[in-house]
């Protein structure tokens, strides 16, 4: 069973900094590319970043550019963020997903991470 | 980037077909044939429902279908069931900076 759990949201000051993992099972991690997709509270799906299976290459929403990274470990099956910069409009729920593989949409996801941005 | 446009709502009684469109533009809905469904109920995490424009993924009820024509794609959601009673997003690849956009996400109501 493929299953995807992450960890490390909290509360955090505006300007800090927050990594998030998520865990992966189930499936042959380094052959899929990932994604990390967020939602603020009562709001809809927002796209935040990905990363490729093998060659490790990077996309980013302009939302987080130069402020989060993605990264994985495939000898660990997992996936991280760092976030940077902190800003009250990053608090969300972030999700992290996995690729169909053949690409561009994701077939599997978490359960979540809240990550709040509060002084 | 400005996310796909979708209807804020949809509802339908138990039985009828519905309809949820998704407009983007000609670098992303109208570009790729990259659309994928997600469903979400309250609390959840989202589902994946069609991918592709129109591929079913294993499990998924054939009630749902998708279609596109020119920058707009489409959700139907045929013989309406309670437990459709969800938010629906559509999701595009994209030329853009950033690689792909969600839609604004619609909620369907089950009358």
């Known amino acids: 069973e493929v299953q995807l759990v992450e960890s490390g949201g909290g509360l955090v000051q505006p300007g800090g900094s927050l990594r998030l993992s998520c865990a992966a099972s189930g499936f042959t991690f380094s052959t899929y590319p990932m994604h990390w997709v967020r939602q603020a509270p009562g709001k809809g799906l927002e796209y935040v970043a990905s990363i490729n299976g093998n060659d490790y290459y990077t996309h980013y929403a302009d939302s987080v550019k130069g402020r989060f990274t993605i990264s994985r470990d495939n000898s660990r099956n997992t996936l991280s963020l760092q976030m940077g910069s902190l800003r009250a409009d990053d608090a969300a729920v972030y999700y992290c997903?996995?690729?169909?593989?053949?690409?561009?949409?994701?077939?599997?996801w978490g359960q979540g991470t809240m990550v709040t941005v509060s002084s | 980037q400005s996310a796909l446009t979708q209807p804020a709502s949809v509802s339908g009684s138990p039985g009828q077909s519905i309809t949820i469109s998704c407009t983007g533009t000609?670098?992303?809905?109208?570009?790729?044939?990259?659309v994928s469904w997600y469903q979400q109920h309250p609390g959840k995490a989202p589902k994946l429902m069609i991918y592709?424009?129109?591929n079913r993924p294993s499990g998924v009820s054939n009630r749902f279908s998708g279609s596109k024509s020119g920058n707009t794609a489409s959700l139907t959601i045929s013989g309406l069931q309670v437990e459709d009673e969800a938010d629906y997003y559509c999701?595009?690849?994209?030329?853009?900076?950033?690689?792909?956009?969600f839609g604004t996400g619609t909620k369907v109501t089950v009358l």
């Open positions: 592709d424009v129109s």
């Open positions: 999701k595009s690849y994209s030329r853009n900076s950033s690689p792909y956009v």
């Open positions: 000609s670098r992303d809905v109208g570009y790729y044939n990259y």
């Open positions: 997903a996995r690729d169909t593989q053949t690409g561009f949409a994701f077939d599997a």
